[in-house]
């Protein structure tokens, strides 16, 4: 009896299941073609994130008869709580895509609309990381790259000559060494290098001619990991077990002078300034410096530098339809265009639209660095994609992540890790 | 009304015999039974029953979150065998198993023990022992951490006082992870299973401790005859317990360590979280929790027979 | 809580029925080696307490630290500077008293429903008797086995379809009926011995009064265990509050917390640690309360022996 009861149940529910998922209701429906319009849209940590606030604002300011509503996630799950919300039909109209790697689940799942008919400037950055099987599913509004900070203080305390751009990584380990040499007893570093796979990996995908984490080839990442080993013994910085005992934060070893160099996000600049306006972070002058590079075919201020930077862009829920589809897809366009991208720079953050006009903006913002290689550092660069846009990345990503702790942490050496990881790629991967 | 009186209840009346009544006894029982579990049993059938009935069918397909399930028979379960990392998380989560459920269960019970004499301040030591389970679990990774640092930690530095040259790495080495985990979890866990035996040991019967001791046996004689005998349903309860929560460990390793270095702690309730909700393959990973959910049903029915038998 | 189970008699004349009256323990003689060895356990139990309260002590040595400083090398036991002002930020800024009301609201009711049907479905399952009761009772145990996390979608659109998700509700559903608590009252009824309830039948007493007269008071030892595990896991849960509340009048103090701390720039440790050191002592308040039904006489003694 209660056999039956349970089978039918779970059918029930299955059913159930399915049918949410395909009608995929609509989060609000009954507008009327040309009333008013209400869209959308998700967002995280909206009191200290501002620029979901300003899209919207700037958007309706333009277009009265479109509201556009935030609803705002949890910043550290996100992706799991929109995940859940699609899953059960509530998901927002406009989808901020905060992690490339999702784009591809989304889009194979058929939560998202096909965008490429949205317009959008010739100059803009960070689209190929949304295009998967010639058409987009995605536009970038937003795209930092990773630079190198250095604290101009400990360097003048050092007596070193400030980065003039032309590093490679070799210069940059050098120059490493010899501040932590120059700085031994003032408690400071030469660098801090955060826990996170990118700081190595991701410029070594971004970097290395060929290298392709797609190929299941992971050989490039080799030398790149020497150097930082190499950085760790001679205690250039903290090396990777310290920083995980002590839950070392970048903000706090950059902001409290700890480090004189730290290999980050373009996004730090804005909560570098913020971090120094309240006091949270000391008062002192500094710099950013374009990323070291693979070798000196890229240095230099004559050349484009190589790095690597995801983009974070807007989808569109595959339910919304009729009106509010046109004026969601309107919305991407202003988001992505030169309108939003000043909109954004006046805030601080770095528009995925990086032009003149908008690094002049961008640069017009209280705090930030003045001095030439800054605004080489920022509005240089060639930047790649931290992963290449496909549904084997997450797992990839894992793998490398594994082969990361175990590499920095001492417990494998680096050859042997990598042999691990091309295994394991074979065996868990490339199953199809 | 229940002032009976003992030695008149320990007369029962005869059973009814006879084929219809004895139908008719397990109609009522049956009735009588549904209707004491009914009122749980539906928020259970409704909120846990049926999602994990689904959980088993989603096991069987490809299923990737958002409505596409398409029927794929045991493949999930083909690849879970010839999985490499399925197979390191499995082992791992065996390994932890089989350290810290004998470990938590000793110190819990002994714990127990100590804080159910009558002592100054035992409110305050009870306390004291269930703080682990109620303080925030970033403060718990933090402070272990720093425990067992490798160059400066305060329990390396006991080892090197008391001779030891090359003290473990603890949670940055491959081999030492692992224990690491281990204490610290029961550390943790040990205040929760003690309130259990705390309960538990209130239900055993003190005349039959007083006649032990005019019969002069020890105290450790009057341990193993009397208390643990009379704790069995407890310790049933516990065993079981700590056996499906060690197979789920997640959270703390999660803080502790995120499976590494390499995958040296990956377990497997990680491994299920990393294939769902990271890389998407739900059907996968419902594959893996059934997995985990038979592995459990397994060694709990060896310990309800091995229950049964023992208190028969 | 004895009054709140059953009449104060009954239960008088129960435990009167239940303790044979053992004779009075000889009275010893405090010898000073028993003394030394008493200061030396105590000794031991000091320094064991020092070692289970490190990190709640580094906690709130944190919470009064700058959130820079709370991570550093070496690590400070002792702020530089005594930040008195992070618990007048949190507990000025965030609406620390809204997600206090609905964290209490919630491990209330989650505590009162799991004692209340766990204990009523456990005597169905320790003492009657009928087909199917023991594989029925496996299905029960089973689901503890499966971690939550992975039938977390599911559930999440069958709320979500039921229009309870987004409401207090949801957590209620999802934590009353768990099998913990039905597992654990019925490993204790089995303690009690089975001759009570056949002279409680005798005078006429259905089975549901049994289970109201002689179960419930005779367990109250385990009733205060599993009232006190069920309300601390409500009170700290984070995933399911994080997943089911979205609205912020609905937010439980862990969820709130972290999502306050982690809206500002950067997650702020030495606020997060202020707010969870408020969010500790109402728990450390209620077990201080609740452990003192961990004592002997109030339970059965065996009448099997």
New interface residues.
Partial sequence: MKRK???A??VA??AS??L???SGESADDGAEAGGPVTISMSGWSLATTPEFQVLADGYMAKNPDVTVELKEYDPLNY??LL?AD??AGSGPDVIVQKEVKFVS??Q????LVDVSDVELPEDIGGTEAYDIDGASYAVPYRQDSWVVFYNKALFDQAGMEYPDGSWTWDDYADTEEDLATALAGTGAFGGYQHGWQSTVQGFANAQVPDADILSGEFGHLEEYYERVLALQDDKAQVDF??R????LTYQGEFGKQKAAMLPMGSWFVATLIAQQAAGEADAFDWGIAPAPQYDDSTAGIDNVPVTFGDPTGLGINAAVEGAELEAAKDFLAYAAGEEGAQSLAAIGIMPALLNDAVVETYFSVEGTPEDELSRFAISTHETLPENPTS?DT??IQ?VLL??H??VM????PIAG?IK?AE??FK??VD?D | ????D?T???A??PRPSGQRRRSRL?MR??L???????????????????????????SMTNW??????NWVGFDNFE?LV????FRIALLNTLYYSALHIPLTFVVALGLALLL?NK?RGV??????????????I?????????L??????PINEILRFFGMENPP?W????DWAMPAVVIVST?RDM??YM??F??????V????H??ARVDGASTIQRFFNVTLP?LR??T??VT??LT?NS??I?DLILVMT???????T?VL?QF???K?????Q?GY??A??VA??F???IV??AQ?LLNKKRSV | MTGLLAPPE?AR??RK?AD?S??PRPARAASPWRRIGRIG?YLV?IV??AG?????I??IA?SLKTANEV?SI??TWVPEVFVWNNYVEIWTQSDMVTWLRNTLFLSVVVTFLQV???S??A???AR????G?DA?F??????????W???M???FI??SELKVSNTLWAIV??Q?????????MK??Y???PE??S???R??G?S?YGI?R??MLPLSI??L??LA??TF?NTW?DYLGPLIYLRNPDLWTIQLGLKSFVSSLYDTN?AL??AG?VIS?IP??II??LG??Y???G??????K?
């Fill in positions: 009861f349970v089978v149940a779970g529910m299955v299941l399915a949410s998922s395909c992706n799991t995940t699609l899953a689940t989304f194979e799942g058929a939560q077990n310290t995980n005992a002590n839950q549904s997450a797992a894992n594994d082969l702790t175990a942490s001492g417990s494998e890790a691990t295994e394991r065996n868990e199953i | 009304m229940a002032t009976t003992a008149k209840v320990a029962r009346p397990a029982n049956t009588l039974g549904w209707s004491f579990i009914l009122p749980n049993f539906l928020g259970f059938a409704l909120l846990t029953l049926v999602p994990i009935v689904v959980l088993f069918y989603m990737n979150v958002f409505g596409t399930a690849r010839g999985d490499g990392s159910n002592l409110a305050f030591f009870r306390t004291a022992a269930f703080f682990p389970y109620i303080t925030s970033v403060a718990i990774a933090i402070v272990w951490n720093l067992f640092s490798p160059d400066y930690g790495g949670l940055t080495s491959s550390w205040g929760y309130i259990l705390l309960a538990g040991l209130q239900t019967p003190r005349e039959l007083e006649a009379s349903p407890t049933f309860f079981v317990m499906i197979f789920k997640f995120e499976g590494g270095p390499g995958q040296s990956l309730s299920i979280y990393t769902g909700f990271e890389e998407s739900f990973a419902s893996a929790s985990l959910f592995m459990c049903i709990t029915v309800f | 009954d004349a129960l029925l044979s053992p004779p356990l139990l064991a307490a289970l309260f490190a990190p709640f580094w906690m944190s991570f070496p690590v209340l049907t766990g009523f479905a005597y169905g399952f009657i008797r009928f087909p009761r029925l496996l299905v029960y145990i089973g689901t503890i086995a499966v971690p996390q992975s039938y979608i599911p559930q069958l709320l559903l999802l009353a009926f768990g099998a913990f608590g039905v597992f654990l490993q204790f089995e303690t009690i001759d009570l056949e002279a409680a005798l005078d007493l089975e289970w007269r002689i030892p385990a205060a265990s006190l595990l601390v700290n440790y997060l640690f969870l500790v728990i450390a077990f201080l452990q003192k961990f004592v002997e109030i339970a059965t003694s065996g009448m022996g």
